[in-house]
């Protein structure tokens, strides 16, 4: 059990008048128990009351798996030929949580939810953005780590430039990614590798287009430092460029300095959001720009503050995010250029520091 984190859990648990918080299997569990197990249909889950105390309810199938992460505290499992229904009645009444508030993490599945609602006397609500609040503002350690991925991904930038050639596949460069991670100690977190017009799918999701001779590629990736995760995109482009290219990729450089520019301490983030945005609209091309500015990141690369417009919060220090406007042309090329952003007491620390200047690799 992370127990610096249950603290600040339970701190929010407590200021948001919530009884206790049900954490499903995946990322959010793995984070707070330091491990989670195998999803499948059947109900378990994690809870952590606002006093700090918790328990684990799960099939017997995972019993003794979970035990083995709970320092002692109380595992109540249930077998298949009775359901879990009445397993998680007993757990809720010994723990004084019957006709409490529970909040309910981002994993945990509808129907058995809605199961243990028609049958239990107990309220639940979405526990997301409490689980959100518990991290989004990182320690001093984090921050470290965060910028030790930050470099890391601005050197293997700059090798990237010089590897990719015309004739190779966009998985070639996703490949070498993974080989000069590996050689300055970080493990591999994503890469998005989108060559012509693949660039101008914002999250594209294959590998298979070859280099041409004269193309436009963006380079979204990351390495994990110690956690920690790292996320930057770099558009350049391989044997030449043309003015609309040069002139959007300016566009886009603009838009995400001001961007950077207004995500200081204190600043609204729909105001941040805005700063970016008006700069691509100028361009005639806004209506392309079909992302939100940027997402938080920390111990997974989307996680909070959103950097958008319905987001009506305040930046404040201690908040690592994205700055990464685009201009997406369907059909022709993408441009996006994206850094990592620290909120500090007096302004803000960009954590990513590989150039942005225009590059024409003639490799």
Not at 18 to 43: N, S, W, Y
Not at 248 to 271: E, I, K
Request: hydrophobic share 40%.
């Amino acid at each position: 059990m992370n127990l610096f984190y249950k603290e600040k859990l339970c701190e929010v648990l407590q200021k948001n008048n919530v009884d206790a918080i049900l954490i499903a299997p995946g990322e959010e569990l793995e984070f707070i128990l330091g491990h989670t197990t195998h999803i499948c249909e059947r109900f378990q889950a994690l809870f952590i009351k606002a006093s700090g105390e918790y328990f684990y309810v799960c099939n017997k199938l995972t019993e003794d798996e979970i035990s083995m992460y709970m320092d002692g505290n109380k595992v109540y499992g249930w077998y298949d030929k009775e359901g879990f229904l009445p397993t998680v009645q007993k757990a809720l009444e010994e723990n004084g949580l019957i006709g409490k508030t529970i909040g309910v993490n981002s994993t945990e599945r509808a129907c058995l939810i809605l199961d243990i609602m028609q049958n239990i006397d107990v309220k639940f609500i979405n526990g997301k953005p409490l689980l959100e609040r518990m991290r989004i503002c990182k320690t001093q350690e984090e921050i470290e780590n965060l910028r030790i991925a930050g470099r890391i991904t601005d050197e293997t930038y700059y090798e990237i430039v010089k590897f990719a050639k015309p004739g190779m596949r966009e998985k070639d460069v996703v490949d070498f990614i993974k080989e000069e991670f590996a050689k300055r100690g970080a493990d591999f977190g994503f890469a998005i590798i989108a060559s012509g017009e693949n660039a101008a799918l914002p999250h594209y999701n294959d590998d298979k287009r070859v280099i041409q001779e004269q193309d436009v590629l963006l380079c979204d990736f990351g390495c994990i430092y110690k956690g920690l995760c790292a996320d930057m995109t770099r558009t350049f482009f391989v044997g030449g460029v043309t003015e609309e290219q040069k002139k959007m990729y300016d566009y886009v450089l603009r838009s995400q300095q001001a961007g950077v520019d207004a995500a200081v301490n204190g600043a609204f983030v729909p105001d941040v959001d805005k700063a970016a945005r008006d700069i691509i609209d100028e361009s005639g091309y806004g209506e392309t720009f079909v992302t939100r500015l940027g997402h938080g990141i920390g111990y997974s690369i989307h996680e909070a503050p959103d950097i958008k417009q319905s987001n009506p919060i305040y930046l404040e220090p201690g908040m690592t995010f994205s700055i990464e406007p685009g201009i997406y042309r369907v059909g022709e090329f993408g441009i996006r250029i994206e850094d990592i952003v620290l909120v500090t007491e007096d302004g803000n620390e960009t954590l990513n520091n590989a150039t942005k200047e225009l590059i024409v690799a003639n490799n």
